[in-house]
């Protein structure tokens, strides 16, 4: 099944009411807030009628809030082989240093 992925970008503010009531009906209440819709003629009849706000994309499968924060999270660039101070809490002083 495909999915409407349909993203506020721009606000309703000015706008007349109703364009504001479409999209609450489509569930966008703040910028930036993605939603997923299964594609029907209602939904897409919705979306003509505030395209120029939103940035629309057809995908697979609809995404968690979870999935969608995972999928923004950029990468660390790094990674931690171990954690600092663990691999040598149970050893005594190192030898090399007392010998020299």
């Known amino acids: 099944m495909t999915f ?3 993203t506020l970008i721009r606000s309703a503010i000015g706008l007349p009411k109703r364009t504001g009531a479409v999209l609450e009906a489509l569930g ?3 910028r ?4 997923y819709h299964p594609v029907s ?3 897409a009849g ?3 009628k505030v395209k120029e706000l939103v940035a629309i994309s057809e995908v697979d499968e609809a995404l968690s809030v979870a999935e969608q924060r995972a999928s ?7 990674y931690i082989e171990t954690p600092a101070g ?3 809490l149970n050893e005594g002083p190192q ?6």
């Not at 923004?72 to 790094?78: L, N």
């Not at 030898?95 to 020299?100: C, H, N, Q, R």
Request: glycine share 6%; proline share 3%.
């Open 95 to 100: 030898t090399d240093l007392a010998e020299a």
């Open 86 to 88: 663990r691999g040598r």
């Open 41 to 43: 003629r209602d939904v």
């Open 28 to 30: 966008l209440r703040k």
């Open 4 to 6: 409407f992925k349909i």
């Open 46 to 48: 919705q979306i003509m």
């Open 72 to 78: 923004r999270r950029p990468d660390t660039g790094y």
């Open 32 to 35: 930036m807030r993605t939603v």
